[in-house]
């Protein structure tokens, strides 16, 4: 005879109302803020270092060669 397979439950009641509180949950939103900050500055400075800017050129020829 063989033996039944034994099973297993588990469940999880959280113990408190939140589990983040609210000084953790101002951390989270401050760091989301400084990473959108960071990335706007990195955009920025992608920019600045361009040495050309091709879709401007682009149009400027346009221009010039509707003369």
Do not use: H, W
């Not at 469940?11 to 101002?26: C, G, I, L, N, V």
């Not at 959108?36 to 010039?64: F, H």
């Amino acid at each position: 005879m063989s033996k039944p397979i034994q099973g297993y439950s588990f469940s999880f009641t959280q113990p408190y109302p939140s589990f983040f509180t609210q000084e953790m949950k101002d951390l989270i939103n401050e760091r989301k803020v400084e990473d959108e900050l960071d990335s706007l500055d990195r955009a920025d400075r992608i920019v600045q270092n361009m040495l050309t800017y091709p879709d401007a050129e682009a149009i400027m020829n346009k221009i010039k060669e509707a003369k």
